[in-house]
């Protein structure tokens, strides 16, 4: 009884600005907004004009405030290090104003932008809340990224601060992070002012003299610090947070401040189901969007302790994650289905062994969730797992079961229905609905809720063309996913992958044209497609097809130079699986790669229909293409 979902549903919908401005009240303001949703300048939609508040006044201090000082605020578990660390919120507090502080030491202020390389350590959420408590605008990137990933995001959001750690251990090898911090501040085309480094001894590091300090260092020289949290406006900017599109340039998707927060803490009570007392983790990365929310500030916003995690789901063991579940009593989990897939390999002893009483339910994101894998995760655990669809530019759920109100039942497959706040629809190219159960293209109607992207990191024009230009309605321009889907008769969302040249390795999304442009610049090589292919643990994986330049060799040498090349410039996360010479590539007569040939002679599996709409290309073409191709690219026995 009571909250029913059509009723919650509805009135986030159709009384939007109500719904909204109850959700703000719950949280502190310094000043309250004039208006609760300005749309004038659609699509540029603004939440709580006029009002005033500070993300890290209300993560930490408002807690504080209300006597919770004493409460878990971070969780830190290092299987890397074999090392844990609790912060309570005094403790978060206390070192978040002595970094604030130093952050003000080395100049920053409000607007300026932060740049965060760090792996997993409670610092590297004392550096974000430090940031957004004096205004500054932080930009994480995630720590498995290269020197040229790097050197890219640092020249573009015009970071003159950086706070990275010496480096980090993977099962046990060490990273030298600092190492590429120099290397991409040599190459960024901006001038670094400070490398703040948190040393944790894990690799050996010299400091450049007059722009490095130490963490440890920079915060003896500060010693106690109080410094009040900035009143900012509600629409000013928090973050950048840079995710694949389809072009070889990262989009620097921008978060407001007022309507990303009222949005993260009422889906931890809707969508997320928490009560006060829960534990909350993610095994997410502060890099992704989903740590960014659901690491930091969701959990935070909502007073409850977040567990920061420092390794991998299988070592030491593959019962680790379950033995951090019983040790800290984690009341949500929220992963993604590689990482299922993945501990699915290991025998469920490992599971059986362990007291997950405390753990009420599972959330899934970030790729489809097949249904062998639901079935397993929701079997083995015995505990309700749920599928939910977003992306970084949303912030936060788009299509999900909201366990806050009574749930839907679960079709294994779909991430059930829209969001509070969403109105989506699946849509064909002249932007009218689809008819139930028939594939079209995801979109959203005008305005999107709060905590949606803003625009692009100075690029109004490509945030318009990348998201609204695709379809309109009734004049109405509409917010482009990406993805193809279908709604069926219950008003379910079946999603069915990117309909753009993104695809989705291991949860994380990569645009085939970055991967194209890095191998492109390899001097033997004249050509190359970059496609998405199955992978039974990662979803999908990297296929990258490659015509050589007249007089250059195939070789295995050359094949590593290639591999060199994509690791040190996007990051190991972009090595292709496979990665094959062929003569020609597979074109249509107007000069378009036909990808699904190249997809169908990877997976050795049936084209489907040929007369898809993906390259437009004629039925004999394709045909032509796949015996000519499916020859040659055979591997030789
Ligand atoms: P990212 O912005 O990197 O989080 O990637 C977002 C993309 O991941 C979406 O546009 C979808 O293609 C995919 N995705 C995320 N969650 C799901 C899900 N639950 N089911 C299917 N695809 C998903």
Redesign the pocket.
Known sequence: MGRQYEEVYHRSVEDAEEFWAAEAQKLHWFQRWEQVLDDSKAPFTRWFSGGQTNLCYNAVDRHVVAGKGDRPAILWESPELGQSRTLTFRELHREVNRFAAALQRCGVTKGDRVLVYMPMVPEALIAVLACVRIGAIHSVVFAGFSVESLAHRIEDSGSRVIVCADGALRKGKPINLKEIVDRAVDQARTEVERVIILDRGVVPWTPVPGRDVRWDEAMAEIGEAEVPAVPLNATDPSYILY?SGTTGKPKGVVRDTGGYMVALHASMDLIYGCTPEDVYWSTSDIG???GHSYIIYGPLLYGIPTLVYEGTPDSPNPGIWWETIEKHRVSVLFSAPTAMRMLRKFPSSWIEGHDLSSLRHVF??????DEPTYRWAAETLNKPVI???????SGWPM?TNHMGIPPLPVKPGS?TREAIGWQLDVVDEQGDPVPRGQRGYLVAYPPLPPGALQTLWKDDERFVGSYWKHFARHGKRLYF???YAIKDEDGYYW?L??ADE?I?VA???MGTREVEEVISGHPGVAEVSAIGIDDEIKGQAIAAFVVLKKDVADSPALHQEIIHLIRESIGPIATPKVLRVVPRLPKTRSGKVMRRVLRAICEEKALGDLSTIEDGASVDEVRKALDELGEVTQPRT
């Open positions: 995710t992704w969007v989903v899934l994101a970030g790729e489809p969730l599928d939910h669809y977003w992306q970084t530019e299509i991430p996913s990406g993805d999603l992958g990117r993104v989705n949860g994380h999304r």
